[in-house]
């Protein structure tokens, strides 16, 4: 029972200190639009009727839904290639070397470049996912090959000597020891897929976008909608962040996984 008190004062802290900051930050925020013309820094206040008048349209969850989509699409995607050529490059130097340049170049590459490399080469409406997973891929492939690196070496020469299969090995041994460090990819990739789908959409001008919002507020001169839209970015990623954290924790993934 004191425990369950405990745990729920240090909740509560937490979420009085984020307020308190929070707080904090849109007073410095309404002191600076004070001192600037309202063109380029509009109010916390117009900021926020701005914001207001966005959620009151059905129009905005439908852009927000489909740029949700996308960024979903390129998380997902570079989960599945980072798990798989992050583990092959674990077990195999070879395939680490033949891989080392590609992701060399992704990491070097500005995320503009592939944007508009990519939009020269393929369909628009597939570049913010590209481009978000080309964002997201570098940092789980390199955590899936320190989780590989974790795994127990005993464990891997004993499930050798008695033959365990490979299949059994990754299902039991591989997967397990490295989840962890998946998990950190992933949340970590979460902000990076946001940045990268909607510079994307900004770039390539997509219809029902967030980034063909912020790019029509720009060419209107609608800075206050370029905030709106931001803040809205900034509450999806907080939401989608904050749910992955919710199932590994609900789920117990950390405690079921560490045992190895």
């Given amino acids: 029972m004191m425990a369950s008190t405990t745990k729920n004062k240090k909740v509560n802290g937490r979420k009085f200190d984020w307020i308190l900051v929070l707080g904090l930050w849109l007073v410095v925020w309404s002191l600076l639009s004070l001192r600037i013309s309202a063109f380029y820094l509009p109010s916390p206040l117009e900021t926020g009727k701005a914001l207001?008048?966005?959620?009151?349209?059905?129009?905005?969850?439908?852009?927000?839904?489909?740029?949700?989509?996308?960024?979903?699409?390129?998380?997902?995607?570079?989960?599945?290639?980072?798990?798989?050529?992050?583990?092959?490059?674990g077990i195999s130097s070879s395939v680490?070397?033949?891989?080392?340049?590609?992701l060399v170049a992704i990491?070097?590459?500005p995320v503009v470049s592939f944007i508009i490399l990519a939009i020269i080469y393929m369909n628009k409406a597939y570049v913010p996912s590209f481009c978000g997973m080309l964002l997201c891929y570098p940092i789980i492939y390199y955590n899936?090959?320190?989780?590989?690196?974790?795994?127990?070496?005993?464990?891997?020469?004993?499930s050798n000597v008695y033959n365990v299969p490979m299949k059994r090995q990754l299902l039991k041994?591989?997967?397990?020891s490295m989840a962890p460090y998946i998990f950190a990819g992933i949340l970590t990739s979460i902000g990076i897929a946001w940045k990268g789908t909607i510079a994307a959409e900004v770039i390539g001008v997509l219809q029902t976008s967030i980034g063909?919002?912020?790019?029509?507020?720009?060419?209107?001169?609608?800075?206050?909608?370029?905030?709106s839209w931001t803040i809205i970015i900034i509450i999806c990623s907080l939401m989608i962040e904050k749910t992955m954290k919710k199932l590994i924790q609900k789920n117990n993934y950390y405690e079921r996984f560490k045992v190895i």
């Fill in 52 to 89: 207001f008048v966005l959620f009151l349209s059905k129009e905005t969850y439908l852009i927000i839904g489909m740029s949700l989509f996308r960024v979903l699409a390129g998380l997902l995607l570079a989960i599945f290639l980072g798990v798989t050529t992050g583990l092959l490059a």
């Fill in 96 to 102: 680490y070397k033949f891989l080392q340049p590609v």
């Fill in 107 to 109: 990491k070097s590459t």
């Fill in 144 to 158: 899936v090959i320190e989780g590989y690196r974790t795994v127990d070496r005993e464990l891997i020469n004993m």
């Fill in 173 to 176: 041994l591989y997967i397990p």
């Fill in 212 to 227: 063909n919002e912020i790019y029509n507020g720009k060419i209107y001169l609608d800075t206050e909608a370029v905030f």
